[in-house]
């Protein structure tokens, strides 16, 4: 299998598609989830990406009061 088996029933799908005001605004509301999924897995990785750095302690101790 390649990805040459898979474009003509892809392309004979997208054909058959009437892209009508209720269709596109399904693709639209899709593609909006699906992005706002990406982005919150994006933001999660570099949320656990700065947890994972640790800080540098102090170079002088701080004296007590």
Not at 34 to 49: D, N, S
Not at 55 to 63: E, T
């Amino acid at each position: 299998m390649n990805l040459f088996s898979f474009a003509g029933p892809l392309a004979h799908i997208f054909n058959a598609l009437q892209l009508d005001d209720s269709t596109v605004s399904l693709l639209a509301l899709i593609a909006g989830v699906l992005g706002g999924w990406r982005l919150t897995g994006w933001h999660e990785q570099l949320k656990a990406k700065r947890a994972k750095i640790e800080r540098k302690p102090d170079p002088l101790p701080r004296k007590p009061d």
